[in-house]
């Protein structure tokens, strides 16, 4: 009877103790993820997507430092829990492989920084508008209004052009008029660096390149390129369009149009005799 109840008593011991540990370790875990979250985000150097990673591994850290004391106290052999946890985890990140590339791929993007929330990048030939970053996808919209969810590894594993960042701020316009053969070039030049010299967005250094550029099938190509500030790109580019074909047009130039000439050949057979 004495040995009975002096193994209720350790035990319920151990179990009282186990409780406390628990409740112990929660309580700093939480202290600890707190204290760790306000640290880090006090640091401008930490990008604000990393502000609660550190606390939630701090978190965990504890909780499962808690676990195997507690497990330790009722006499449970840990380094065989620690191995079989290795081994389980091991298993998990086999199996999720393609979740794990996502969650490397984010680290790099966050690393680096290719592109911030707000910009308009190009991935695979396609533009979207970034509205927000993550460890395993990033969200963001078609120029058009469609949501758009991008897994990491998808982005990380091209080419990545970011349209909102460009050198000096400026980007160039690039377009090709063609005038017909028998209109006159110097006066069709006259009248596009007109046009580039009225335009008060197009910038003068660089200075606009108005020139021949090839002499195609069914026109003489002229290349019509001025800069910009990058803010201004789209809605000078559509107004130049239009003013240089008006302008054009009206100095007595032509833009033909392709075509193809067919020429129809009759044969007559022959009477055999």
């Not at 969200?139 to 594993?157: E, M, R, Y």
């Not at 091209?158 to 209109?183: P, Q």
């Not at 390149?209 to 000078?236: C, H, Q, Y």
Request: include cysteine; hydrophobic fraction near 50%.
């Amino acid at each position: 009877m004495e040995l009975l109840t002096g193994t209720l008593l350790g035990y319920g011991m151990n179990v009282v103790g186990a409780i406390i540990t628990l409740i112990v370790g929660y309580l700093i875990a939480g202290w600890l993820s707190r204290l760790v979250g306000r640290a880090v985000r006090k640091s401008d150097k930490i990008d604000p997507v990393f502000h609660g990673f550190p606390g939630k591994l701090v978190r965990v850290g504890v909780l499962v430092f808690t676990l195997i004391a507690v497990l330790n106290r009722f006499g449970v052999e840990t380094t065989s829990l620690i191995a079989l946890l290795g081994a389980a985890g091991l298993a998990i990140g086999l199996a999720l492989q393609g979740t794990l590339s996502n969650v490397a791929a984010g680290v790099m993007l966050l690393f680096f920084r290719p592109f911030n929330v707000g910009d308009a990048v190009r991935i695979n030939g396609e533009v979207y508008v970034i509205d927000a970053l993550g460890f395993f996808i990033c969200k963001g919209h078609l120029p058009d209004g469609p949501a758009v969810f991008l897994p990491n590894s998808q982005i990380w594993g091209h080419t990545i052009v970011n349209l909102s960042v460009t050198d000096k701020d400026i980007r160039r316009l690039d377009e090709v008029y063609g005038i017909a053969y028998g209109d006159d070039i110097n006066t069709a030049l006259a009248i596009l660096n007109q046009i580039a010299l009225d335009e008060p967005r197009v910038l003068r250094d660089p200075e606009p390149l108005i020139k021949v550029e090839s002499l195609g099938d069914n026109s003489v190509n002229i290349m019509f390129r001025v800069w910009t500030a990058r803010t201004d790109w789209w809605a000078t580019k559509l107004d130049l369009v239009q003013r240089c074909k008006e302008g054009l047009e009206q100095g007595g130039c032509s833009i033909p149009y392709p075509q193809r000439d067919v020429h129809l050949h009759q044969v007559v057979a022959k009477a055999v005799p």
